[in-house]
C-alpha cells in the first residue's frame, strides 16, 4: 500500500528534521514511544529504512531524504489546498470578504510598484479585497507554496522562481543602507567587498524558517528590527534602490556600483486557475 496519511508524513517529517526523537515528540506534544511505532510502522509499509538509529543519534538514510523532500512538498500542497479554499470562501477570518487574495511582499522592497499596484487593482472592475502580508528575505516562497499567499513580488537573484508562472515588472540597482553617521555615508558609491567587510558594521542576517544564517551581524526578523539597528550603528543591510522609500533620517543610502541589479517579479503558482489572481497579473504587468 502506498498511501502516506499526512499525519504520518507531519510525524516523520518532526524526526527527521529534529534527528532526534525525543525533540520531535516534544514538537509534536506527545510521547516518544508511539511516535517511534508510527515511523516503524510506516518503515514496514513503505518497505525501507527511512532512519538509521544507533548510540551517536540518529541519521537519514537516502530513502529517508527522498522522503523529507517528497514529504514537505505533499504536506505544503495540502496545507495550501486548505487555506486557498478557505480563503475563496471567505471563512479564514470573521466577516472576510468571499473573494479575496494575500500578496506576499518582502518589506522594505518595492515600496513605490506596490503602492502602484494596489491603487491600479483596485479601480478594475471584478477586483477583490488584496491583504498584502509582508515577509522577510526569501519567504515569499515558502508562503506561496504553502498556500499562505497567492501571489507574491519576488526579487532576483534573491529569490527562485523554480515551479512558479511570473511575470517581470522592475529592474533596478541596488543600496547599502548604514546609519547616517558612519564615514562611509558620505561615499559616493561602495563596492560588495567593501560593505561586507565593514570591522564595525556587521551585515545583518535574515532569519528563515528556523534557518540561523552565519556570521557576526545581528539576526533580523522584521524590518522594523533592522531599521532601528542600523540607526543605532549596529548593522548595515543591502537592498533594491527602491528600499529608500522607508528609510528613516538616521539612515543614509549609498548605491553599491558591483551589485547584480534586481529584478522583481510578480510570481503565483503555475496551477492557480484564479479568476480574480488573473485579473492582479494582468493589472500588474501593465505597470
Known sequence: MDDLETRELRYFLAVAEELHFGRAAERLGMAQPPLSRAIQRLERRLGVTLLRRDR???ALTGAGEVLLDEGRAALDAATAAAR????A???DRPGGSPHRLVLAVKAAASHELLQKLLHAYAAEPGAVEVEVLPSGTCEQEDMLRDGRADAALMHKPFNSLAGFDSEELLTEGQIAVLPAGHPLAARTSLTLAEVGGIPDLPLARW???GVHPPGPGPE???QTQLAQLIALGRTVAVFPDSARAWLWAEHAAVPLSDAPPVVTHIAWP???RSLALA???????RL
Open 56 to 58: 551517536r543519534g540518529v
Open 84 to 87: 486557498r479554499t478557505r480563503r
Open 89 to 91: 470562501g471567505g471563512a
Open 207 to 209: 532569519a528563515r524558517r
Open 220 to 222: 533580523i526578523h522584521d
Open 270 to 272: 503555475a496551477h492557480s
Open 279 to 285: 485579473g492582479l497579473v494582468r493589472t500588474a504587468t
